[in-house]
């Protein structure tokens, strides 16, 4: 069994490469809606997901 840490890492690596994700797809030109994507996420969660989110898309915008 893990942790609630080693949870937690894992949790974050998921979000993070679904935040990634969701820029590179935003960046080629698919549209969604960032809330509701986020809106089952505990606030926190949340925070962090769209901080991660508009980092990728601002550094991938900046690539093309």
């Known amino acids: 069994m893990q942790s609630v ?7 974050s690596g998921n979000f993070d490469f679904l935040a990634r994700s969701f820029a590179q797809m935003c960046v080629h030109g698919r549209q ?3 809330d ?3 809106g089952n996420m505990d606030s926190d969660s949340r925070v962090w997901f769209v901080k991660r989110y ?5 550094y ?3 690539q093309h």
């Not at 840490?5 to 894992?10: A, G, L, P, R, V």
């Not at 508009?54 to 601002?58: A, K, M």
């Open 36 to 38: 509701t994507i986020t």
């Open 5 to 11: 840490e080693q949870q937690s890492i894992m949790l």
């Open 60 to 62: 991938l915008a900046s």
């Open 54 to 58: 508009q980092f990728y898309l601002s």
């Open 32 to 34: 969604f809606d960032i």
